[in-house]
């Protein structure tokens, strides 16, 4: 199996921060990295995959960058909907495992 | 738009079943593949399985292998999982989610989740 590890488990931020979560796999997985965002009490939403791929209609604010065992989020300026829980989780292959996840808080 | 509408979740108590449904519209449910990832309560995201789109190909978390039975009736635009002495860890939220159409292993769209609860 691949593992994922993220980094922090947390972070308090302030609107128009730039935040950057990090996220590491236990072996080589090219691009098959995917990053979520879960706000409390709803279903997780896809804002990027092949690690640097924007989802459609997901805001530009976001990007994604890594390759091999090491990826990066990069929230350029934090916006109030941005406050939430940010999950990687790896595509390489089954069980398609995800990281511990990444809590934005307000500051 | 895509919908998907989980439903059968509820109470149950350690060692008894549940059959869990997800219900999609909005897309041609036959052409897609499709998985259950669950959350237990204040936990992070565990996928738990996955099925092909014509139901030939299917896969296990560990955590559920010999337990749980995923299954799909495309005519009925429908997603299953039989799940069989359920534990207390069993507890969570779960979620269907629709695989990415070029890389089955990445979640597009995701239901908005039914609460299985094993307790006595």
């Known amino acids: 199996d691949i593992q994922m590890t993220q980094s922090p488990s947390s972070v308090s931020a302030s609107v128009g921060d730039r935040v950057t979560i990090t996220c590491r796999a236990s072996?080589?997985?090219?691009?098959?990295l995917a990053w979520y965002q879960q706000r409390p009490g709803t279903a997780p939403k896809l804002l990027i995959y092949a690690a640097s791929n924007l989802q459609s209609g997901v805001p530009s604010r976001f990007s994604g960058s890594g390759s091999g065992t090491d990826f990066t989020l990069t929230i350029s300026s934090l916006q109030p909907d941005d406050f939430a829980t940010y999950y990687c989780?790896?595509?390489?292959?089954?069980?398609?495992?995800f990281g511990g996840g990444t809590k934005v808080e307000i500051k | 738009e895509v919908q998907l509408v989980e439903a059968g979740g509820g109470l149950v108590q350690p060692g008894g079943s549940l059959r869990l449904s997800c219900a999609a519209s909005g897309f041609t449910f036959s052409r897609y593949e499709m998985n259950w990832v669950r959350q237990a309560p204040g936990k992070g995201l565990e996928w738990v399985s996955y099925i092909s789109s014509s139901g030939d190909t299917i896969y296990y978390a560990d955590s559920v292998k010999g337990r749980s039975t995923i299954s799909r009736d495309n005519a009925k635009n429908s997603l299953f999982l039989q799940m069989n002495s359920l534990r207390a860890e069993d507890t969570a939220v779960y979620y269907c989610?629709?695989?990415?159409?070029?890389?089955?292993?990445?979640?597009?769209?995701w239901g908005q989740g039914t609460v299985v609860t094993v307790s006595s």
């Open positions: 989780q790896q595509a390489n292959s089954f069980p398609a495992h």
């Open positions: 989610a629709r695989s990415y159409p070029v890389v089955s292993r990445i979640f597009d769209h």
């Open positions: 072996r080589d997985i090219s691009t098959f």
